[in-house]
């Protein structure tokens, strides 16, 4: 069974309208959650607790994606 695992992470952006962080060594890592529901659920948890500020922003990165399940794998993924 394939793995669908989303990360969760946020800061502050330069500006509103871009999506562009203002120092990425500040960047809140919420976590990484199995499927996209609770990793939504997450995300607007944080969304909602920081609405007030109009420079932060929550997004759901989609880990999964980065894969590609039909490339052989590398020696370091192999370890594990």
Do not use: C
């Not at 509103?16 to 962080?21: L, Q, Y």
């Not at 969304?47 to 880990?63: G, S």
Request: net charge negative.
């Amino acid at each position: 069974m394939t793995q669908r695992l989303h990360l969760v992470f946020g800061g502050e952006l330069i500006n509103p309208s871009k999506n562009v962080f203002k120092d990425t060594g500040a960047l809140h890592i919420v976590g990484i959650f199995p499927n996209y529901e609770t990793a939504h659920s997450a995300w607007k948890a944080e969304a909602q607790r920081t609405v007030d500020n109009a420079h932060m922003r929550y997004f759901i990165a989609h880990l999964h994606r980065l894969r590609d399940e039909e490339a052989p794998a590398s020696p370091t993924e192999e370890l594990g």
